[in-house]
């Protein structure tokens, strides 16, 4: 079965300072996505970048990159210049094909934004 | 990017009782799913609401105790039946219009006492 591992329950950053989520998962396929979500105070899950996995080149959305490693099924978050607005939980996922697509979500890591 | 409106954004219920939430998406979507995210936990999934068939329902979860209804393309309905105070959850719609990219409702707080 795929499962999305996050070692890191909780991480907490200086404003202004950068800090990486770490993210696992594990696929027989060679061909999915990934993704990070945030989740705010407010509950709305929020889609904050995608990684096709066939592109090697890491994906990023202004101060939101990921370090994607295949070969590792590694795909970690990195937040520059974080902001207090950028504190949130964090999930990462991945996309599976079942019948029908799926997300399947890791446990999720809580970003502190200390000011 | 689509919207979807879910409602109610909380409600207090009744041991027993039943409760049903609605989520309205503005413009069609090929695919629905519902997600429960227990207290402190991460998303799982419910099951998908396919438009004019029944849903498809993830290991753990039956339809008598979560109906859903997906009567068109912009629209979707979960029940929560029968409720106890393990379903104190927050309940969660998403859509994706078959482009991988899921987008997702506000989110539901339930309570159950």
């Known amino acids: 079965a795929q499962t999305v591992t996050q070692s890191q329950p909780e991480m907490s950053v200086q404003e202004a300072e950068t800090v990486t989520l770490s993210c696992t998962y594990d696929?027989?396929?060679?061909?999915?996505?990934l993704f990070w979500y945030k989740q705010p105070p407010s509950r709305q899950m929020i889609l904050v970048i995608r990684?096709?996995?066939?592109?090697?080149q890491n994906a990023t959305e202004n101060r939101f990159s990921v370090n994607f490693q295949k070969a590792a099924k590694s795909f970690s978050l990195k937040i520059s210049d974080s902001q207090l607005g950028d504190a949130a939980m964090y999930f990462c996922a991945y996309l599976i094909w079942e019948g029908a697509q799926k997300l399947v979500f890791g446990q999720g890591t809580r970003l502190t934004i200390n000011p | 990017s689509a919207v979807i409106s879910q409602k109610p954004s909380r409600d207090i219920c009744q041991r027993g009782t039943s409760l049903t939430i609605q989520c309205q998406v503005d413009?069609?979507?090929?695919?629905m799913f519902w997600y429960r995210q227990q207290p402190g936990q991460s998303l799982t999934l419910i099951a998908t609401?396919?438009?004019?068939?029944?849903?498809?329902?993830e290991s753990g979860f039956v339809i008598d105790k979560f109906p859903i209804s997906r009567p068109n393309l912009t629209f979707s309905t979960l029940t929560v039946s029968n409720m106890s105070p393990e379903d104190s959850s927050i309940y969660l719609c998403s859509a994706d219009r078959g482009n991988t990219e899921a987008f997702f409702g506000q989110g539901t707080r339930l309570t159950v006492v």
């Open positions: 609401a396919n438009q004019g068939s029944e849903a498809t329902y």
């Open positions: 413009s069609q979507v090929t695919m």
């Open positions: 990684q096709e996995a066939y592109k090697q």
């Open positions: 696929t027989s396929e060679s061909d999915y996505y």
